[in-house]
Nanobody, 123 residues
Framework: QVQLVDSGGGLVQAGGSLRLSCTVSGRTFSTYTMGWFRQAPGKEREYVATIRWRDGNTYYAGSVKGRFTISKDNARNTVYLQMNSLKPEDTAIYYC????????????????WGQGTQVTVSS
């Protein structure tokens, strides 16, 4: 079993920044690729970014590439999502996720989910 606890959401103006955190625990978490998904009201959950524990390789959705950065702190078992230049269309509940694929896994390929954290970007 792997447990994910995500946090760091909030309300920010367009152009602002937020950093999300996901603390990971469980015996086998290092075998997974960690990532973030988001779900806006009335829309399907969509992929945002992933990072692989063993080598730090990353991958991003086109809509966030260049604005968001995913990183990890092995000592703290924590994955971060630094979000800069936020736009109103980034408003969503953001979920930490554990999957096996680095390259844009679908929501159906996620093995474990965090509880979600709300990000609201005002115009």
């Amino acid at each position: 079993q792997v447990q994910l606890v995500d946090s760091g959401g909030g309300l920010v103006q367009a152009g602002g920044s937020l950093r999300l955190s996901c603390t990971v625990s469980g015996r086998t978490f290092s075998t997974y690729t960690m990532g973030w998904f988001r779900q806006a009201p009335g829309k399907e959950r969509e992929y945002v970014a992933t990072i692989r524990w063993r080598d730090g390789n990353t991958y991003y959705a086109g809509s966030v590439k260049g604005r968001f950065t995913i990183s990890k702190d092995n000592a703290r078992n924590t994955v971060y999502l630094q979000m800069n230049s936020l736009k109103p269309e980034d408003t969503a509940i953001y979920y930490c996720a554990a999957a096996l694929s680095l390259v844009a896994p679908s929501a159906s390929q996620v093995y474990y989910w965090g509880q979600g954290t709300q990000v609201t970007v005002s115009s």
